[in-house]
C-alpha cells in the first residue's frame, strides 16, 4: 500500500499515512487537531536500482544543493 501526505487546512499539521490506492481521497481525521478539513498532498517519490536513482524530483526537498547523500538524489 502507497504512503500518501496530507495537510490539515485548519491547524497546517502535515503527516502520512498509509491508505489503499481506493481510498486515498477518502475523509479523514486530522491526527493533531481532529479536523476534518485535510488535503491529500502531491509527493514526489525516489526509487533505486543497483544504486542508481531511476525516479523522482529534480531535487531532495530535504536539502538545499539538490544533491544529498541521504537520499542519493543527484
Given at each position: 500500500?502507497?504512503?500518501?501526505?496530507y495537510t490539515?487546512?485548519?491547524?497546517?499539521?502535515?503527516?502520512?499515512?498509509?491508505r489503499?490506492?481506493?481510498?486515498?481521497?477518502?475523509?479523514?481525521?486530522?491526527?493533531?487537531?481532529?479536523?476534518?478539513?485535510?488535503?491529500?498532498?502531491?509527493?514526489?517519490?525516489?526509487?533505486?536500482?543497483?544504486?542508481?536513482?531511476?525516479?523522482?524530483?529534480?531535487?531532495?526537498?530535504?536539502?538545499?544543493?539538490?544533491?544529498?547523500?541521504?537520499?542519493?538524489?543527484?
Amino acid at each position: 500500500m502507497p504512503i500518501y501526505e496530507y495537510t490539515c487546512q485548519d491547524c497546517q499539521a502535515h503527516f502520512e499515512l498509509i491508505r489503499n490506492m481506493k481510498d486515498a481521497d477518502s475523509p479523514l481525521t486530522c491526527e493533531h487537531c481532529q479536523g476534518v478539513n485535510v488535503k491529500r498532498g502531491i509527493s514526489l517519490f525516489n526509487a533505486s536500482s543497483s544504486g542508481r536513482v531511476i525516479a523522482g524530483g529534480s531535487s531532495c526537498s530535504s536539502c538545499s544543493s539538490g544533491a544529498c547523500s541521504t537520499c542519493g538524489s543527484h
